[in-house]
């Protein structure tokens, strides 16, 4: 069964720092470019960073210089690193290969309010 399991979520202050982990199962996962997206209610889902088998990764603009992604192939883990978080970052977070080679997990809540 190929299946994700996000963790690591959790209300957090402006400013403050958590790191996010997916877990993987089945698949090829050292192959997949792995995306970690986020959703509020009302919005489509959006991806904002991804990282390819090699490590090589992008985030996007709203989180450059603040979200770090890296990933694990030995342990099929990919991790997301957020820190200077904002109210705006609020969302569940998913994991996912870029072409959704996974069934989608329940998320992590990430919750950033003072």
């Known amino acids: 069964q190929v299946q994700v399991v996000e963790s690591g979520g959790g209300l957090v202050q402006p400013g403050g720092s958590l790191t996010l982990s997916c877990v993987a199962s089945g698949g090829s996962f050292s192959f997949y470019t792995m995306g970690w997206y986020r959703q509020v209610p009302g919005n489509e889902r959006e991806l904002v960073a991804r990282?390819?088998?090699?490590?090589?990764?992008f985030v996007h603009d709203s989180v450059k210089g603040r979200f770090t992604i890296s990933r694990d192939n030995a342990k099929n883990t990919v991790y997301l690193q957020m820190s200077s978080l904002k109210p705006e970052d609020t969302a569940v977070y998913y994991c996912n290969s870029v072409t959704s080679d996974y069934n989608w997990g329940q998320g992590t809540q990430v919750t950033v309010s003072s």
């Open positions: 990282i390819f088998g090699n490590s090589r990764s």
